[in-house]
């Protein structure tokens, strides 16, 4: 894996997310307590979970309300067992980085 620059620092706002294509894969990062990133879509109808409404940790697929939590990839309702890939991110002095 390697580190990647996404994004420059401050550019996603405090309690919301954004997509990123990166390489043909849609990864969403949230400024929630920290920088968060997993991927982008809802594993119910592949909508774009990062424009979704967050509390707390959770964030809620805007398409047909899955809910996911941006730590963990974890989906909280509907099925067991089912996660979306999360992503090691660092805040640096020059922008937000993932490990891909």
Not at 39 to 47: F, G, N, P
Request: glycine content about 10%.
């Amino acid at each position: 894996m390697a580190w990647k620059k996404i994004v420059e620092k401050n550019t996603i706002s405090v309690g919301s997310g954004e997509e990123f294509d990166i390489g043909g894969k849609k990864i969403a990062i949230f400024n929630q307590g920290g920088y968060h990133a997993l991927d982008a879509l809802c594993v119910h109808q592949d909508s774009s979970i990062a424009p979704g409404k967050l509390d707390g940790d959770i964030v809620e697929c805007p398409s047909h309300f899955w809910h996911y939590n941006i730590k963990t990839g974890e989906l909280q309702d509907y099925l067991k067992d089912v996660r979306l890939q999360t992503y090691s991110v660092e805040e640096r002095s020059d922008g937000i980085y993932i490990d891909l």
